[in-house]
């Protein structure tokens, strides 16, 4: 009887939920996590379309050619999660956005500790801004962020224009929203009631839509068109949003000749002597050609 007195008192006393409020301590987790997600970026490809992901998987990589590999893993939602295993090779790719594929525009975000991939938004990306009709003098920095702020964030100034003395235009690298219209130009104010408008361009811009002026896609599956239905439809967007490519001509080597096989060897010079053959038609002496030829 003793024990069993014994037993019901033990069981009166115990209480199942203070043991499960009692805190259990976990130790090494916030380590393994931060290792987890360190030098990893996740991204989304801006479009409701299906996206071909190991076609986007190889494509992407042939890109970036990074030099200790990466990852790529498919995750839900149409998320992907980028691994790199070098900051080096992470910093190019950051330093190279924004990236495409298939025309459609990637957005990526570079995770810090405490981030989910799961739930972080994925809605800014990076662009270089040309900014025209500038008058001289307003090329400063101070003017690059505030126009910066005003397409969401700014970024960076390329002040590397200034010091090669271009003044046809400024470049501000800005953070921007995507669910926004593009923004294509500003009214400023240059002195006393004078005002101009400067105009936008945007480097490496892809799919746009020229009816609501938004990424991701074009013109005839916009749902402002489906709601105006037949009606007219007025484009407040256009071409001219797009700067052109920033290429520089590569310089053609005196050494190389450029002759079809008709007239090879019929006119050559040699040490200062020019030497003429005439096969079944007249020598000429055309001039050199210089071809310009994109990176």
């Known amino acids: 009887?003793?024990?069993?007195?014994?037993?019901?008192?033990?069981?009166?006393?115990?209480?199942?939920?203070?043991?499960?409020?009692?805190?259990?301590?976990?130790?090494?987790?916030?380590?393994?996590?931060?290792?987890?997600?360190?030098?990893?970026?996740?991204?989304?490809?801006?479009?409701?379309?299906?996206?071909?992901?190991?076609?986007?998987?190889?494509?992407?990589?042939?890109?970036?050619?990074?030099?200790?590999?990466?990852?790529?893993?498919?995750?839900?939602?149409?998320?992907?999660?980028?691994?790199?295993?070098?900051?080096?090779?992470?910093?190019?790719?950051?330093?190279?956005?924004?990236?495409f594929f298939n025309r459609h525009l990637i957005i990526f975000?570079?995770?810090?500790?405490?981030?989910?991939?799961?739930?972080?938004?994925?809605?800014?990306t990076v662009f270089w801004v040309q900014v025209h009709n500038l008058p001289i003098g307003y090329t400063s920095e101070e003017t690059a962020r505030q126009i910066g702020d005003f397409f969401g964030k700014f970024e960076e100034y390329d002040s590397s224009l200034v010091t090669r003395g271009v003044s046809k235009f400024m470049r501000v690298r800005v953070i921007i929203d995507v669910r926004l219209p593009l923004k294509r130009k500003k009214r400023i104010g240059i002195g006393q009631n004078?005002?101009?408008?400067?105009?936008?361009?945007?480097?490496?811009?892809?799919?746009?839509?020229?009816?609501?002026?938004?990424?991701?896609?074009?013109?005839?599956?916009?749902?402002?068109?489906?709601?105006?239905?037949?009606?007219?439809?007025?484009?407040?967007?256009?071409?001219?949003?797009?700067a052109a490519p920033r290429r520089g001509g590569q310089v053609v080597s005196k050494w190389i000749r450029e002759e079809s096989d008709t007239d090879k060897w019929q006119d050559m010079e040699i040490d200062g002597e020019r030497s003429v053959r005439k096969a079944g038609g007249e020598a000429t002496n055309n001039n050199e050609e210089k071809e310009e030829v994109g990176p």
Not at 8 to 24: H, V, W
Not at 31 to 48: I, N, P, S, W
Not at 109 to 124: A, F, I, Q, R, Y
């Open 109 to 124: 975000h570079k995770l810090v500790e405490g981030e989910d991939p799961n739930s972080v938004p994925l809605w800014h």
């Open 194 to 242: 004078r005002f101009i408008y400067v105009l936008f361009q945007y480097e490496r811009l892809s799919l746009f839509c020229f009816i609501c002026g938004r990424l991701g896609h074009g013109e005839n599956y916009c749902e402002v068109r489906l709601r105006i239905g037949n009606q007219h439809i007025e484009f407040g967007w256009d071409l001219t949003l797009r």
């Open 1 to 99: 009887m003793a024990n069993i007195d014994l037993v019901d008192t033990n069981l009166a006393n115990l209480n199942i939920i203070d043991e499960e409020e009692d805190p259990l301590l976990v130790l090494g987790e916030d380590t393994a996590v931060e290792q987890l997600y360190k030098l990893c970026m996740v991204g989304r490809v801006l479009t409701d379309s299906i996206v071909n992901f190991p076609a986007l998987k190889n494509t992407l990589a042939d890109l970036w050619h990074p030099l200790r590999g990466v990852t790529i893993t498919e995750m839900e939602d149409k998320r992907i999660l980028f691994k790199l295993y070098s900051e080096i090779d992470l910093n190019r790719v950051l330093h190279g956005l924004p990236w």
